[in-house]
């Protein structure tokens, strides 16, 4: 039978890895990780970075943002996924907070906001340097934290109340730690040999037998 994980301390290698890294996406601002964290959902990091020069050049602020209509931002997004809607949340975002100083820094109000769900609103705490309200939950971790054994679910909410509970408030940028995992070592196709975790993992324990 497995033995009970200590997962503040089993979690601990990973955070001194990848605690403070800075996310994939590039913004400059809280207002650039807002505009860049509804451009990103189902599409990648990488090509959200690659248009934001060009939409931030034109549209550097949310004031700028504000009574705009939803055709003038199709030039610089076309290409994202769903990106009609998106401009749309952006600009009922601008609509609502009129200038950068107004963006909310809760979750509770950041997922209030069009197109912000909690994922969402935890990567804008992080991004602004925020305590953590919550855990970073995405696709990557929806991956990881099954195999280590740390959550299990399916439900990105249901996998985060898990984390919050198993973590204490100040190991919650795991989640995001996992995420780097994820992108970098525990892909679909995961190189267990080579990961910092895998002496905890259950997936790699089942591996060896």
Not at 94 to 120: F, H, Q, Y
Not at 165 to 171: A, C, E, H, T
Request: aromatic share 8%; net charge positive; charged share 25%.
């Amino acid at each position: 039978m497995r033995a009970k994980i200590d997962w503040p301390e089993a979690i601990r290698p990973l955070l001194r890895k990848y605690k403070g890294k800075n996310h994939p996406l590039e913004f400059q601002n809280v207002y650039q990780l807002v505009v860049m964290v509804v451009l990103s959902a189902r599409s990648t990091d990488i090509f959200v970075n690659k248009i934001a020069p060009k939409l931030f050049a034109a549209f550097p602020d949310m004031e700028s943002l504000v009574g705009v209509e939803p055709e003038s931002l199709y030039p610089y997004i076309t290409g994202i996924i769903n990106y009609a809607n998106k401009a749309k949340w952006i600009l009922a975002i601008a609509a609502e907070v009129k200038s950068d100083r107004n963006i909310p820094l809760t979750i509770e109000k950041l997922v209030g906001l069009p197109g912000i769900g909690r994922k969402s609103a935890n990567v804008i705490l992080r991004g602004a340097g925020i305590k953590p309200e919550g855990v970073i939950v995405d696709l990557h971790v929806l991956r990881v934290a099954p195999r280590l054994g740390i959550a299990k679910d399916t439900d990105a909410t249901k996998m985060e109340e898990q984390l919050m509970k198993v973590l204490p408030q100040k190991d919650w940028d795991a989640g995001m730690a996992m995420s780097f995992l994820g992108r970098e070592t525990c892909r679909p196709k995961p190189d267990c040999g080579s990961c910092l975790m895998n002496k905890v993992c259950v997936y790699y324990s089942r591996l060896k037998k």
